[in-house]
């Protein structure tokens, strides 16, 4: 199950791409890359310091009057062009992708696809921003509003899907008319490098787009940036509020895509196998390692029993093992860090009297045992107060948790600082559409997990975050509004 060297041939060089070179930052730690598989180093990662950050902002504000003043139309030919590189490049792209992150093959492979598919999206919408009219008084004028872009754009990306998060953020802030200054973090930086290369191949001009893999020095850096116009982060909450305090001190806007601790709520009418089939899978997709994962099972009592067979009878049915095995469902953990973190979840869990470990719960050994693999967990029984039902894991623990009637569901679901992402399993369609209506959250799927296509607004509620990407929001998410007023 080791990576070959052939495989690690296709990383590209694990250095900033600044200008549309590489760049030497003699601030640069060396930071070793670890396969996820196996804990062992693949290559050495060029973290940045403060030299990257000033030379990538620098490039990109020398790079954006040309931008914002080329053409929409010009824009839309050159995002269509950078979709058709990704769609050349995707075996490689999921390639790098599993020796970055450890995706299973099977899942590393829909990123491209969907990137090709945003970047297309707003592609289309590059030559469509238009205005409004509004009427004003009492003296007679044209009053219009147009949308304008920031200038440069900070992006700060998580580790778990590097490929989709620099496409679903990078699509719409170019189109806007944005420069752009990514900071993956060191632990995978490959693939938002490899866009980055394409999209120079594509013909967008140097300097539009600079990435700086990079880890809290970088980011501490970048965030405090005069020179930067607008900040997305994706990531935790403790470092969001560490990012909005140091925007503050140049009244910096910021968009927020942060954690999750996503309610499915199962009640008796639903179709129970495809519901336990949906449960497992938004669950424990990416091992768990996803905002929106619908970890906190809320099931209604009459059928909580035959749920919870049901769902362990689904995990047991998990292909676990090596990522680059296409059969493949379940890989490790991004690092030993994460696996002794959620160990940790539960061991507590399995400490509290009130709940019980149906399967898993452990660290999996024999040929897996180098790798950060945790089995895939189901904890029934949990209580609504406890770490486990309360606090993102991130990671392949399914809690349990039943409730009585509609109204105890949403209240249950409700009870949380966070507001991302919820799913209700009902055939009841009135049913779907006042609970739907009820539950505080960004995003709510109904009988399935259906993915994120570029058309659907997505973000979060109370400490999930805040703005949205996705469909006409998230350009408007990378936009600012001038107002403009003439007398006639």
Same mark, same amino acid.
């Given at each position: 199950?080791s990576?070959?060297?052939?495989?690690?041939?296709?990383?590209?060089?694990?250095t900033?791409?600044?200008?549309?070179?590489?760049?030497?930052d003699?601030?640069?730690?060396?930071?070793?890359?670890?396969?996820?598989?196996?804990? +062992?180093?693949t290559?050495?990662?060029?973290?940045?310091?403060?030299?990257?950050?000033?030379?990538? $902002?620098?490039?990109? @504000?020398?790079?954006?009057?040309?931008?914002?003043?080329?053409?929409?139309?010009?824009?839309?030919?050159?995002?269509?062009?950078?979709?058709?590189?990704? *769609?050349?490049?995707?075996?490689? &792209?999921?390639?790098?992708?599993?020796?970055?992150?450890?995706?299973?093959? !099977?899942?590393?492979?829909?990123?491209?696809?969907?990137?090709?598919?945003v970047?297309?999206?707003?592609?289309?919408?590059?030559?469509?921003?238009?205005?409004?009219?509004?009427?004003?008084?009492?003296?007679?004028? /044209?009053?219009?509003?147009?949308?304008e872009?920031?200038?440069v754009?900070?992006?700060i990306?998580?580790?778990?899907?590097?490929?989709?998060?620099?496409?679903?953020?990078?699509?719409?802030?170019?189109?806007?008319?944005?420069?752009?200054?990514? +900071?993956?973090?060191?632990?995978?930086?490959?693939?938002?490098? @490899?866009?980055?290369?394409?999209?120079?191949?594509?013909?967008?001009?140097?300097? $539009? /787009?600079?990435?700086?893999?990079?880890? #809290?020095?970088?980011?501490?850096?970048?965030?405090?940036?005069?020179?930067?116009?607008?900040?997305?982060?994706?990531?935790?909450?403790?470092?969001?509020?560490?990012? /909005?305090?140091?925007?503050?001190?140049n009244?910096?806007?910021?968009?927020? *895509? /942060?954690? !999750?601790?996503?309610?499915?709520?199962?009640?008796?009418?639903?179709?129970?196998?495809?519901? #336990?089939?949906?449960?497992?899978?938004?669950?424990?997709?990416?091992?768990?390692?996803?905002? $929106?994962?619908?970890?906190?099972?809320?099931?209604?009592?009459? $059928?909580?029993?035959?749920?919870?067979?049901?769902?362990?009878?689904?995990?047991?049915?998990?292909?676990?093992?090596?990522?680059?095995d296409?059969?493949?469902?379940?890989?490790? &953990?991004i690092?030993?860090?994460?696996?002794?973190?959620?160990?940790?979840?539960?061991? @507590?869990?399995?400490?509290?009297?009130?709940?019980?470990?149906?399967?898993?719960?452990? @660290?999996?050994?024999?040929?897996?045992?180098s790798?950060?693999?945790?089995?895939?967990?189901?904890?029934?029984?949990?209580?609504?107060?406890?770490?486990? #039902?309360? *606090?993102?894991?991130?990671?392949?623990?399914?809690?349990?948790?039943?409730?009585?009637?509609?109204?105890?569901?949403?209240?249950?679901?409700?009870?949380?600082?966070?507001?991302?992402?919820?799913?209700?399993?009902?055939t009841d369609?009135?049913?779907?559409?006042?609970?739907?209506?009820?539950?505080?959250?960004?995003?709510?799927?109904?009988?399935?997990?259906?993915?994120?296509?570029?058309?659907?607004?997505?973000?979060?509620?109370?400490?999930?975050?805040?703005?949205?990407?996705g469909?006409?929001?998230?350009?408007?998410?990378?936009?600012?509004?001038?107002?403009?007023?003439?007398?006639?």
């Amino acid at each position: 199950m080791s990576v070959r060297d052939a495989d690690i041939a296709l990383l590209p060089a694990a250095t900033p791409l600044i200008g549309g070179k590489r760049f030497d930052d003699a601030s640069a730690d060396l930071v070793p890359h670890i396969y996820a598989a196996t804990g +062992k180093r693949t290559v050495d990662v060029h973290s940045a310091g403060a030299d990257s950050v000033h030379a990538a $902002v620098a490039d990109a @504000r020398s790079a954006a009057p040309a931008w914002r003043a080329l053409s929409p139309d010009a824009r839309r030919r050159l995002l269509l062009k950078l979709a058709a590189l990704i *769609e050349q490049h995707a075996d490689e &792209l999921t390639d790098i992708q599993v020796i970055e992150t450890s995706t299973p093959r !099977g899942m590393a492979g829909h990123y491209a696809p969907m990137v090709v598919d945003v970047l297309q999206y707003y592609a289309g919408w590059a030559d469509k921003v238009g205005g409004d009219i509004h009427p004003v008084w009492p003296a007679q004028a /044209l009053d219009y509003s147009v949308l304008e872009p920031y200038g440069v754009v900070a992006v700060i990306l998580p580790w778990n899907s590097p490929l989709f998060s620099v496409g679903s953020i990078v699509a719409p802030a170019l189109a806007a008319g944005n420069c752009v200054v990514v +900071k993956p973090p060191e632990l995978t930086p490959f693939t938002s490098l @490899r866009f980055a290369e394409l999209a120079l191949e594509a013909g967008i001009p140097p300097g $539009v /787009l600079n990435v700086i893999p990079g880890g #809290a020095v970088a980011g501490a850096e970048l965030v405090s940036h005069p020179g930067v116009d607008k900040i997305h982060f994706t990531g935790s909450g403790p470092t969001a509020q560490r990012i /909005l305090a140091a925007a503050a001190a140049n009244f910096t806007p910021v968009g927020l *895509e /942060l954690g !999750g601790k996503s309610p499915n709520l199962i009640f008796a009418d639903a179709d129970l196998e495809t519901a #336990a089939q949906t449960a497992v899978i938004a669950s424990l997709q990416l091992s768990g390692q996803a905002c $929106v994962a619908g970890t906190r099972l809320l099931v209604q009592d009459s $059928v909580y029993d035959e749920m919870v067979e049901r769902c362990a009878a689904q995990i047991a049915q998990l292909p676990v093992g090596d990522p680059t095995d296409q059969s493949t469902f379940f890989g490790p &953990l991004i690092n030993n860090v994460a696996c002794e973190r959620v160990l940790g979840f539960i061991e @507590r869990a399995a400490a509290d009297n009130r709940s019980r470990i149906v399967t898993g719960g452990t @660290r999996l050994g024999d040929e897996l045992a180098s790798g950060y693999y945790v089995a895939p967990t189901l904890i029934a029984d949990v209580a609504t107060d406890s770490e486990v #039902a309360r *606090e993102e894991v991130f990671g392949p623990v399914m809690s349990v948790l039943s409730f009585r009637d509609e109204a105890e569901a949403i209240a249950i679901a409700n009870d949380s600082v966070y507001g991302l992402g919820a799913y209700i399993q009902t055939t009841d369609l009135q049913r779907a559409h006042r609970v739907a209506s009820a539950i505080e959250s960004g995003m709510v799927w109904v009988n399935g997990a259906g993915g994120l296509p570029p058309s659907m607004p997505f973000g979060g509620y109370k400490h999930s975050g805040v703005g949205r990407l996705g469909g006409r929001a998230g350009l408007e998410e990378f936009s600012q509004r001038k107002n403009v007023w003439i007398a006639l």
